[in-house]
């Protein structure tokens, strides 16, 4: 069964402190790793797509890299802003397989001014 | 706004009242997905759509739950008499590649 696990449950940063948040994941063929962010209150927003071990994407101040197991979210310089949940799923590779994302419980992260 | 659209954001309901929401997807996406998401969880796989086929259903899906998409467009879902326990933030989302882009949800709450 896919699975996935995201630590730490939560990550308090002061304002410009850099950190990561790490995605575990298990699956049958990994069609894609994702990675959202999630304000209270409201649905998931996207922010990137990984597809393979090495892959890197950047978007500001947020850093998305994959291995075979597991994926980091490094985040430089945090601003307050940057405070939310941020989600890691994973789609399967598989033939006929589910279509369907499997999220993990998300890092809860807070940037102190 | 060219988003997932989902209506309404909030409902109140009394236990063992039929409730429905709506999602309306990005125009031009084939599938549709539903989740739900309880408070300091990842949102939870209920059911997906390619056009108006419903491919796939979780197991989580009980026949309280129903999901419909009619011609491929909207779709909705459906709880039947409902239960303390289906509190929560029932989240819709459409793909037309890879990615997939989520509305900002109906947040159920059953008293």
């Known amino acids: 069964e896919d699975q996935v696990t995201q630590s730490p449950e939560a990550l308090r940063l002061q304002e410009g402190e850099s950190s990561s948040l790490n995605c575990s994941y298990t699956v049958s063929g990994l069609r894609g790793l994702f990675w959202y962010r999630q304000d209270p209150g409201k649905g998931p927003e996207f922010l990137f797509t990984l597809y393979s071990a090495g892959e890197e994407k950047e978007k500001e101040r947020l850093k998305a890299t994959l291995t075979k197991k597991e994926s980091f979210l490094h985040i430089t310089a945090p601003k307050p802003e940057d405070s939310a949940t941020y989600l890691c799923?994973?789609?399967?590779?598989?033939?006929?397989?589910?279509?369907?994302?499997?999220f993990g419980p998300g890092t809860r992260l807070s940037v102190l001014p | 706004d060219t988003g997932v659209s989902q209506n309404p954001r909030h409902k109140i309901t009394k236990r063992g009242q039929n409730v429905t929401f709506r999602c309306d997807p990005i125009?031009?996406?084939?599938?549709l997905y539903w989740y739900r998401q309880t408070l300091g969880q990842g949102p939870e796989f209920l059911t997906y759509f390619q056009n108006e086929a419903q491919l796939e259903k979780s197991r989580l899906l009980s026949d309280r739950f129903s999901a419909e998409r009619p011609k491929g467009s909207f779709s909705t879902l459906e709880i039947q008499r409902t239960e303390q326990g289906d509190s929560a933030m029932y989240l819709c989302?459409?793909?037309?590649?890879?990615?997939?882009?989520f509305g900002q949800g109906t947040r159920l709450t059953v008293v």
């Open positions: 799923a994973v789609q399967a590779n598989v033939v006929n397989y589910g279509q369907n994302f499997v």
């Open positions: 125009s031009e996406h084939n599938r």
């Open positions: 989302a459409s793909r037309g590649g890879t990615e997939a882009f």
